[in-house]
């Protein structure tokens, strides 16, 4: 397989991100504390973007009954991509492929009115996909997947809204990491009856995507064949360092699940009706994501995504002691920092050394007794000296504003 500069399974493991081992399997990577870090600052970047947005988080087990996916449709149309049933006490239970049928079910568990809608319900959750040796690799084919999912239970007439609206969160977090779009994708259905649910709800459901995206005023293109089985979607393309296409985000109409699990609501005249589901992920799983990232950015992450945010670089041992006050305020502070001290190399290696972090701090003999600091930005700028206080101030706001700029100005 073709590999480049920022192929992000060699970078991958040159910045200790992620790797492998046999014995845990194929398709299941492990992930390395600054790996981690990046995985952790997504998820909690999209679960506050959620929480602003008026979406209430659950969670959910990743098990489910083989039942659950015949009703949801899923053994029918998707069986060849779940894991086989496993016999657990008399009854056959299953990995879930994914969390719309649980969510479908927490929905269900309560009487809703029409007052409560749009229901706006978010998991970031584990999923699993028995993807054949053959295809997986790296973080952008996994048979265990964490998902940024969301399901919107809404009335017929909100559902463009909610749509237009999971379109605008997907554009406004691109821009926080930095990503680009390469193309807009409207899936439809295709032919092989591989699809579940009636034409006028398809005709529906397309007719409101469309609306969508003419609505956002982005090119797209109608393509047969890629559809969910349950129902069409916006799927949003990204291409990777060596070209390929992919699905990272999408945002799906769905009549068919609502119907299948009879989910409903009482509305202004006191009867009960059918809500629609909207299906939306933000930067769907969390592992293609992070792989995009180590490839668009080549490990020089945004400062808010980077495994190490700051470190400290006292010149001799005689500044080390302030040095190490000033990573503990920093990371009193939220930020990831640390004291990088003499005994690792010359000022000169060390700085090479950390080339990827955002910021640099210098500290010799002037600045520790000023209580100051000489910042060092990836980029080469070398800022004057200024007190510590002050540029720990802007560094985290910078990070706490999801910029994908070093410094203003």
Not at 35 to 45: I, L, P, Q, S, T
Request: charged share 25%; aromatic share 6%; net charge negative.
């Amino acid at each position: 397989m073709e590999t480049t500069a920022h192929d992000h399974r060699r970078l991958g493991r040159e910045l200790d991100l992620f790797d492998t081992d046999p014995l845990i399997g194929s398709g299941l990577p492990y992930w390395l504390p600054d790996g981690a870090a990046v995985r952790h600052a997504v998820e909690e970047y999209v679960r506050e973007e959620e929480r602003r947005a008026g979406y209430r988080h659950v969670a959910s087990p990743v098990l489910g009954k083989r039942e659950l996916y015949e009703i949801s449709g899923h053994w029918a149309h998707f069986s060849e991509d779940m894991f086989p049933p496993m016999e657990v006490g008399g009854e056959q239970v299953v990995l879930r492929p994914s969390l719309c049928p649980h969510h479908a079910l927490i929905y269900r568990s309560r009487g809703h009115s029409y007052r409560e809608l749009p229901l706006r319900m978010a998991e970031l959750g584990g999923m699993y996909r028995a993807e054949l040796s053959g295809v997986l690799g790296g973080l952008t084919r996994v048979r265990a997947i964490q998902l940024n999912d969301a399901h919107i239970f809404c009335t017929l007439d909100q559902v463009a809204d909610e749509a237009e609206a999971a379109l605008a969160m997907i554009r406004r977090a691109y821009a926080a990491l930095g990503l680009t779009v390469a193309r807009y994708r409207l899936s439809l259905a295709g032919g092989g009856g591989k699809y579940a649910g009636a034409p006028e709800m398809w005709r529906r459901a397309e007719a409101l995507l469309r609306e969508v995206l003419d609505r956002a005023g982005v090119r797209y293109e109608a393509v047969e064949g890629e559809a969910a089985f349950y129902g069409p979607k916006i799927d949003v393309q990204v291409v990777d360092g060596a070209g390929r296409e992919a699905t990272l985000s999408t945002v799906q109409v769905d009549f068919h699940q609502p119907e299948r699990f009879d989910l409903g609501y009482v509305g202004p005249d006191g009867a009960r009706h059918r809500p629609v589901m909207v299906h939306r992920s933000i930067v769907g799983s969390v592992e293609r994501a992070v792989a995009q990232l180590i490839e668009v950015h080549g490990g020089a992450f945004p400062a808010w995504l980077a495994p190490r945010q700051l470190v400290v670089l006292p010149v001799s041992d005689a500044e080390l002691p302030a040095a190490e006050r000033l990573a503990r305020r920093a990371v009193d502070l939220g930020l990831r920092a640390e004291a990088h001290d003499p005994g690792r190399g010359s000022l000169g290696s060390r700085i090479r050394a950390a080339r990827l972090v955002p910021y640099q701090a210098v500290v010799g003999a002037a600045e520790a007794a000023t209580d100051a600091v000489a910042l060092r930005l990836r980029d080469g700028r070398r800022l004057p000296p200024r007190p510590a206080d002050e540029a720990l101030h802007e560094i985290t706001a910078l990070v706490a504003a999801h910029s994908t700029e070093l410094w203003p100005g």
